[in-house]
């Protein structure tokens, strides 16, 4: 793809340990991919309340925007912790960015290695042979409706457009076609009327995908099923907030929430790429954050954003190999800290 932009947005806590080492990797195989990226790094969370007042500038969005890709840290501290509604928080600036950047498909695959799989909660018998991806609709719901204070009272609304729940669906039924065929599409259809309106236009998509498999399950039967018989899910597609909690659950199937990376996509090919874990403050600026899933994020920047299918291959594969040799962090129970985790994969790179 030549030439391009990335904005980098390392964020508050471990991010910018993590961001420093994916950069790393990713100059070790753009080249050979042909690719230059010139990197801009910029504020968002918490450090730019602190320079700005804001977590997100009007500045840093159109940076974004005109940016071919985005490639995030994490966002948020302890510092910046408030009930205040009128206090401004750093996630306001992760959701600003995908309310902007209409990024309305948030892509998590979870895919748990073998040289991971004791260090999973769930027993190796149950976990063997997941590879699933959740597609979570980001930019509606309870996290954008209507919501306030009315004296004791306070309230969050959930509101879906068919719109919103089927450019999302498109996005399920296309990703499971490359892979193994079945959408399992998760609401609360015996509760909600948005679950309901959700369900209904699912079931319309599905007529028009008829090679694809489509079940319909609900949240709180999904949360179940998704420890008790995980390798049987394909692609999950749900809303928001129920994906929000269903990709942390799923996480820990991989035995680390340090090892998962994300897309965010729109309807374009430019992004934004963030580890699935958060800022972890209590550990930040200790060297031991894990910087395998912004790595494993940049590579699916590589792949989704610049096309760059063998460059991200390598990435996944120099990963995978650190693993298989006991390059453990101390999220997997192993004792290797992020610079000497980041030397072993440019080694292999
Ligand atoms: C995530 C995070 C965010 C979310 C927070 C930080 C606002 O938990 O990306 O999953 O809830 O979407
Ligand atoms: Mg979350």
């Not at 990713?26 to 790094?41: F, K, M, N, Q, Y």
């Not at 909600?192 to 319909?216: C, F, K, Y």
């Not at 580890?275 to 954050?289: L, R």
């Amino acid at each position: 793809m030549g030439e391009v932009t990335v904005v980098v947005l390392p964020g508050d806590g471990i991010g910018p340990e993590v961001i420093a080492q994916a950069r790393r990797a990713v100059d070790a195989v753009a080249p050979a991919a042909g690719l230059s990226i010139t990197w801009r790094e910029e504020l968002m969370g918490g450090c730019s309340i602190d320079a700005h007042g804001t977590a997100l500038t009007d500045e840093v969005l159109a940076a974004c925007k005109s940016a071919d890709a985005v490639l995030l840290g994490a966002v948020g501290g302890p510092k910046w912790d408030t009930t205040d509604p009128d206090k401004p928080r750093p996630e306001q600036g992760l959701l600003g960015l995908r309310a902007g950047l209409g990024l309305f498909a948030n892509l998590r695959p979870v895919k748990p290695l073998e040289a991971l799989y004791d260090a999973s909660p769930l027993r190796r018998d149950r976990i063997a042979g997941t590879d699933l991806l959740v597609v979570r609709e980001l930019t509606g719901g309870i996290y954008f409706g209507k919501r306030g204070r009315e004296g004791d009272m306070a309230y969050d609304t959930c509101a879906y457009s068919r719109e919103e729940i089927a450019r999302v669906a498109e996005v399920a039924f296309r990703a499971a076609a490359g892979r193994r065929g079945k959408v399992t599409s998760v609401d609360k259809a015996n509760v909600l009327e948005s679950s309901r309106l959700w369900r209904e236009v699912v079931t319309e998509l599905g007529a028009s995908h008829p090679d694809i498999e489509l079940e319909h399950i609900l949240v709180d039967n999904a949360a179940m099923q998704l420890v008790s018989r995980p390798s049987d899910f394909d692609v999950i597609v749900t809303e928001n907030m129920f994906g929000d909690i269903l990709s942390d659950e799923a996480a820990m199937i991989t035995g680390s929430i340090g090892m998962l990376p994300s897309a965010s996509l729109g309807s374009g090919t430019a992004g934004l790429y963030e580890p699935v874990h958060g800022s972890a403050p209590d550990i930040a600026g200790k060297g031991w954050a894990n910087p395998m899933a912004t790595v494993l994020s940049a590579a699916m920047m590589l792949r989704h954003s610049f096309g760059a299918e063998e460059a991200a291959a390598k990435l996944e594969h120099a990963v995978e190999t650190a693993l298989a040799q006991g390059a453990l962090g101390r999220d997997l129970g192993g004792q290797m800290g992020t610079q000497e985790i980041s030397d072993r994969l440019l080694a292999l790179l």
